[in-house]
């Protein structure tokens, strides 16, 4: 069973230039959430997806967006990166439900804007 | 509005030495209490969690947390460490509003001498 997997697992961007990160959930898990961690800090919440609409955002500006597949993959997209911007981006999925479900850590996508 | 404090940046124990890893949470009602590990270049590892009930919980690797509510602590043990502990450990809280994100702390890096 295969577990969470991003890609690219490395990239590098100029300021100003566009991303796309992707995600497939753990099989069975229908919710995707995406989480930055810069270095030195604990990774801090972006914004979550299930039934293919973003259900909870966190303290980001809009050039963070995201989309969620029919298949429960997901894209996270940075317009206008910023040198700010590098960092290791994880995703994480779940089963969603009325209470809290253990998320599971994809490796991250490590992203380095010059 | 919930977070997490790690008060130890880095920590450095000999192999054999008993550990212990501090959290400090504030949260407005039971939080839901999570020690994950993040290995050099890898994503995250669940350790152990707490929701309710026994304060005293056991996790993979032979790690434990003790929940206090009276100190708003949920600090990480293991009686004794191996070198494959040296690792990032990072404490983290659910959010509030039934939210399903995770808020983290800044982590511990563990440090083990032979």
């Not at chain 1, 919440?45 to 029919?70: A, C, K, T, V």
């Not at chain 2, 550990?19 to 270049?41: H, I």
């Not at chain 2, 026994?54 to 003790?66: C, N, R, W």
């Not at chain 2, 708003?72 to 450990?89: C, G, I, Q, T």
Request: charged share 15%; with cysteine; aromatic share 14%.
């Amino acid at each position: 069973d295969a577990g969470v997997t991003q890609s690219p697992t490395h990239l590098i961007k100029t300021r100003g230039q566009q991303v796309t990160l992707r995600c497939s959930p753990k099989s069975g898990h229908d919710t995707v959430s995406w989480y930055q961690q810069a270095l030195g800090q604990g990774p801090q919440f972006i914004f979550q997806y299930y039934e293919e609409e973003e259900r909870q955002r966190g303290n980001f500006p809009d050039r963070f967006s995201g989309h969620q597949f029919p298949n429960y993959s997901s894209e996270l997209n940075v317009n206008a990166l910023l040198l700010g911007d590098s960092a290791l981006y994880l995703c994480a999925s779940s089963l969603a439900g009325a209470s809290y479900n253990e998320q599971f850590f994809g490796p991250g996508t490590r992203l380095t804007v010059l | 509005a919930q977070s997490v404090t790690q008060p130890d940046i880095h920590i450095t124990v000999s192999e054999g030495a008993s550990l212990e890893l501090r959290c400090n949470y504030s949260y407005g009602a039971t939080p839901y209490l999570f020690w994950y590990v993040q290995s050099p270049g890898q994503g995250l590892q669940l350790l152990l969690k707490y929701f309710s009930g026994d304060t005293l919980v056991q996790g993979i690797k032979g790690f434990e947390a003790e929940f206090k509510r009276s100190q708003s602590s949920f600090n990480l043990r293991k009686p004794s460490v191996h070198w494959s502990d040296a690792a990032e450990y990072f404490c983290a809280v659910v959010g509030v509003g039934g939210a399903n994100n995770l808020f983290f702390g800044t982590g511990t890096r563990l440090t083990v001498i032979p």
